[in-house]
């Protein structure tokens, strides 16, 4: 009985360990952003809202704020951000990688149970791998490895999303898609490279 106790317990074990977080492969959500700036020595917080689409098969983001009419798209395979505001068209450089699981090296910095007992848990995770050259923290579920919140620290202020009502998939596709014109060439694929990290002005 005890050997057969001392199995179950070591098979728990492992698939604790062994079961890598990983979010679906398509999902939306709300986002809820606060932003806290110091003006003057004073603390000035802003709030707004977006939802994000996220699309591993595709690679690309999508953040919609429907309350200043602005879309931003991070295309993951060209690594350019686009800002379509007011039938305009903005083109950034968007080296970063994108993720579907957790990497290996990505440092757990806490986990929490929110709710009390049987609540929902939640682990904290250094944000440098999951988007380098930024300092903060992004914490997911688990298990479900749904997004629950991103930090992101910079040199005078500190912004944070808060995720909520994620659901699986995609309801409308358009989301992704960049209005050619006026972004035209830097969503033409083989141009050459020095022509992508021009700014387009419009
Ligand atoms: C937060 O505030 C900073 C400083 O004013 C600004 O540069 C940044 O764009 C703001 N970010 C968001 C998400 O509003
Ligand atoms: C984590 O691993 C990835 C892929 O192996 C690597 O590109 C990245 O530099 C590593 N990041 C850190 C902080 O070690
Ligand atoms: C989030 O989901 C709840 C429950 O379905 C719903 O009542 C609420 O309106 C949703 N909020 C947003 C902002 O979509």
Same mark, same amino acid.
């Given at each position: 009985m005890l050997k057969f106790v001392a199995v179950a317990l070591l098979l728990a074990a492992c698939s604790v360990w062994g079961d890598q977080c990983c979010t679906p492969k398509q999902w939306e959500s709300f986002i809820g952003i606060e932003n806290t700036t110091a003006v003057d020595g004073m603390i000035k917080v802003t709030q707004s809202y977006a939802t994000e689409s996220y699309d591993f098969d595709k690679k690309k983001i999508a953040l919609v704020f429907p309350a200043i009419g602005m879309r931003i798209v991070q295309d993951y395979n060209k690594h350019m951000m686009y800002t379509i505001v007011a039938g305009m068209c903005f083109t950034t450089p968007w080296p970063a990688p994108m993720f579907n699981c957790v990497p290996?090296?990505?440092?757990?910095?806490a986990s929490f149970e929110m709710g009390g007992s049987g609540g929902l848990m939640i682990d904290q995770y250094d944000l440098q791998v999951f988007l380098p050259g930024f300092k903060g923290y992004m914490q997911l579920s688990r298990? /479900?490895?749904?997004?629950?919140s991103q930090t992101q620290y910079f040199d005078s202020y500190v912004t944070m999303f808060g995720f909520t009502n994620v659901t699986e /998939?995609?309801?409308?596709?358009?989301?992704f898609d960049i209005p050619?014109?006026?972004?035209p060439a830097m969503d033409i694929?083989?141009?050459?490279k020095p022509l992508l990290f021009e700014p387009a002005h419009p």
């Amino acid at each position: 009985m005890l050997k057969f106790v001392a199995v179950a317990l070591l098979l728990a074990a492992c698939s604790v360990w062994g079961d890598q977080c990983c979010t679906p492969k398509q999902w939306e959500s709300f986002i809820g952003i606060e932003n806290t700036t110091a003006v003057d020595g004073m603390i000035k917080v802003t709030q707004s809202y977006a939802t994000e689409s996220y699309d591993f098969d595709k690679k690309k983001i999508a953040l919609v704020f429907p309350a200043i009419g602005m879309r931003i798209v991070q295309d993951y395979n060209k690594h350019m951000m686009y800002t379509i505001v007011a039938g305009m068209c903005f083109t950034t450089p968007w080296p970063a990688p994108m993720f579907n699981c957790v990497p290996d090296n990505a440092t757990l910095l806490a986990s929490f149970e929110m709710g009390g007992s049987g609540g929902l848990m939640i682990d904290q995770y250094d944000l440098q791998v999951f988007l380098p050259g930024f300092k903060g923290y992004m914490q997911l579920s688990r298990p /479900g490895c749904l997004p629950i919140s991103q930090t992101q620290y910079f040199d005078s202020y500190v912004t944070m999303f808060g995720f909520t009502n994620v659901t699986e /998939g995609i309801k409308d596709p358009s989301v992704f898609d960049i209005p050619s014109p006026p972004c035209p060439a830097m969503d033409i694929d083989n141009v050459v490279k020095p022509l992508l990290f021009e700014p387009a002005h419009p």
